[in-house]
């Protein structure tokens, strides 16, 4: 028989083991910070981390999101879109992964309401993309489709 101090030293030493084990799903990438400020990023798999020294700081989609954004136009009508994004480069997109949202409404919003918008929307959706991949693509984002609901 082992005596009882050990028994509670093999428990904790296989808590500490199981903590120590990540399972990542398929379609995510977690960035872990540790103490001294280094970022590593775990794709899809198990991965082994320190419990203690690594935390997750973000976790990201890889398969996409979408944001839904209202905006005046300059002509007086409401634009009502559905923006539809992804995470090309996690490593990029990390410092900007939390204010993501905001920032697509706002540079969507402003764009939206800017004089130099095409009147069809068709023309409309293809040059609202193309501006916010101009600007987000350096992000590691991606806008992949834009859906303009109702347009006055």
Same mark, same amino acid.
């Given at each position: ?60 989609? =890889? ?47 402003? =764009? ?19 501006? =916010? ?20």
């Amino acid at each position: 028989m082992l005596p009882q101090n050990l028994w509670i030293l093999l428990a904790m030493m296989a808590l500490i083991a199981v903590a120590c084990v990540r399972r990542i799903p398929e379609g995510q990438v977690h960035s872990m910070r540790r103490l001294g400020g280094q970022v590593r990023f775990l794709g899809a798999g198990m991965h082994f981390v320190m419990p203690l020294i690594e935390r997750v700081s973000h976790r990201m989609s =890889l398969s996409g999101s979408q944001l839904e954004i209202d905006a005046k136009l300059n002509s007086g009508g409401d634009c009502h879109a559905c923006v539809y994004y992804q995470v090309l480069d996690p490593e990029r997109a990390d410092t900007v992964i939390e204010s993501v949202d905001s920032l697509l409404r706002e540079r969507a919003v402003a =764009l939206l309401g800017h004089g130099g918008v095409p009147g069809e929307p068709n023309d409309r959706r293809a040059w609202l993309k193309q501006s =916010l991949n101009s600007e987000f693509r350096e992000r590691g984002l991606l806008v992949t489709r834009i859906d303009l609901r109702s347009a006055a």
